[in-house]
């Protein structure tokens, strides 16, 4: 399969809304930012394919990993592929030969850029595994421990720490890609623009974090920290239970707003880009107000509201997107969508 077919069959069967970022992207960068989401996606499936042991998913990550830094080592995750539901996770996992002989094509600047931001990536996964992975499972009968035990951070140290392995450095190398290839000479605080980029990144993951906080635990994981949960009286286990609503939202909340924080950074990012990079600003726009949507959603929620998974519908993205590119050309109008 070559590459301009990876980055239009599989990645649209992937990812549907990032495709459509992906498509908006100017075409120097698209295949580099393109494929290293596709490898991560890949990655991420070995990661949360919960039915294997974990030490299993740790080996086949390893093996990958050493790929994508350039062993030759041959790999072939069809045992692994069998356990998906989804037939596009199957798909990354089959055709992940040709993702790696994709990465080829680059430049060695380029081929570097991706091999180092998914050493980062696959850093926090590992991290996540070692942490999480023994959790019981409803499918699984390799781990003793009770299924009622829930595993959580210890400190927002350690949650900053795992925002930036798995979205933090994703700022980084989509800055230093744009930097080569669009706007080399363009005049930019460059140590400003890097960390905005890095909350960027940190903003968007916080935000699926707290979003998805009711399946994390059923699945026996909690990103909020005991530091904080503790001095507030409350646990893991009993979370988002009713009784505890008064103690929880609060919390959640501060959390909210730091996620809010780190999207308007991300925010700033997007208005440094030089206004006629009006691609770029618009694949950066579109996650940024997606998300300050869902924080709408979730500051408004419930705990009951939580357990449903609050979400943005896809007529709210389209709107969105409609509204930005109406936007895009007027830089007054365009400021003020944040």
């Given at each position: 399969?070559?590459?301009?077919?990876?980055?239009?069959?599989?990645?649209?069967?992937?990812?549907?809304?990032?495709?459509?970022?992906?498509?908006?992207?100017?075409?120097?960068?698209?295949?580099?930012?393109?494929?290293?989401?596709?490898?991560?996606?890949?990655?991420?499936?070995?990661?949360?394919?919960?039915?294997?042991?974990?030490?299993?998913?740790?080996?086949?990550?390893?093996?990958?990993?050493?790929?994508?830094?350039?062993?030759?080592?041959?790999?072939?995750?069809?045992?692994?592929?069998?356990?998906?539901?989804?037939?596009?996770?199957?798909?990354?996992?089959?055709?992940?030969?040709?993702?790696?002989?994709?990465?080829?094509?680059?430049?060695?600047?380029?081929?570097?850029?991706?091999?180092?931001?998914?050493?980062?990536?696959?850093?926090?996964?590992?991290?996540?595994?070692?942490?999480?992975?023994?959790?019981?499972?409803?499918?699984?009968?390799?781990?003793?421990?009770?299924?009622?035990?829930?595993?959580?951070?210890?400190?927002?140290?350690?949650?900053?720490?795992?925002?930036?392995?798995?979205?933090?450095c994703v700022g980084e190398f989509w800055t230093k890609m744009c930097r080569a290839h669009l706007f080399p000479?363009?005049?930019?605080?460059?140590?400003?623009?890097?960390?905005?980029?890095?909350?960027?990144?940190?903003?968007?993951?916080?935000?699926?974090?707290?979003?998805?906080?009711?399946?994390?635990?059923?699945?026996?994981?909690?990103?909020?920290?005991?530091?904080?949960?503790?001095?507030?009286?409350?646990?893991?286990?009993?979370?988002?239970?009713?009784?505890?609503?008064?103690?929880?939202?609060?919390?959640?909340?501060?959390?909210?707003?730091?996620?809010?924080?780190?999207?308007?950074?991300?925010?700033?990012?997007?208005?440094?880009?030089?206004?006629?990079?009006?691609?770029?600003?618009?694949?950066?726009?579109?996650?940024?107000?997606?998300?300050?949507?869902?924080?709408?959603?979730?500051?408004?929620?419930?705990?009951?509201?939580?357990?449903?998974?609050?979400?943005?519908?896809?007529?709210?993205?389209?709107?969105?997107?409609?509204?930005?590119?109406?936007?895009?050309?007027?830089?007054?109008?365009?400021?003020?969508?944040?």
């Open positions: 399969m070559a590459s301009q077919e990876l980055l239009t069959d599989l990645l649209k069967a992937t990812s549907r809304s990032f495709y459509l970022t992906l498509r908006v992207l100017p075409s120097a960068i698209r295949p580099q930012i393109g494929l290293a989401y596709l490898l991560a996606r890949t990655t991420d499936t070995i990661a949360d394919t919960e039915i294997v042991p974990t030490a299993q998913r740790l080996l086949a990550l390893q093996l990958l990993h050493e790929r994508i830094l350039g062993s030759r080592a041959p790999v072939n995750f069809g045992e692994l592929a069998k356990h998906q539901g989804s037939d596009a996770e199957k798909l990354l996992l089959e055709k992940v030969g040709d993702s790696l002989a994709a990465l080829e094509d680059f430049s060695e600047t380029d081929k570097k850029l991706v091999r180092d931001v998914l050493n980062i990536i696959i850093s926090g996964q590992e991290l996540d595994l070692q942490r999480f992975g023994g959790r019981s499972q409803a499918h699984g009968r390799w781990d003793a421990r009770p299924a009622a035990k829930i595993i959580a951070l210890e400190t927002d140290v350690q949650l900053d720490d795992y925002t930036y392995r798995v979205a933090g000479d363009a005049q930019i605080d460059e140590k400003q623009f890097l960390i905005d980029a890095v909350r960027f990144g940190k903003g968007l993951q916080l935000v699926n974090i707290l979003r998805d906080l009711p399946a994390d635990l059923k699945r026996g994981c909690c990103y909020l920290p005991m530091d904080k949960l503790e001095p507030a009286g409350l646990r893991p286990e009993t979370l988002l239970s009713p009784v505890n609503e008064e103690k929880f939202l609060p919390l959640f909340r501060k959390y909210l707003d730091e996620a809010e924080s780190h999207l308007r950074a991300g925010w700033n990012y997007t208005n440094t880009i030089p206004f006629g990079q009006f691609r770029v600003r618009l694949a950066c726009a579109w996650p940024i107000l997606i998300g300050m949507k869902t924080l709408n959603k979730l500051r408004a929620a419930s705990v009951n509201d939580l357990q449903q998974r609050v979400k943005v519908s896809r007529g709210e993205v389209r709107g969105i997107i409609f509204k930005s590119l109406l936007a895009c050309p007027f830089p007054f109008v365009w400021r003020k969508l944040v």
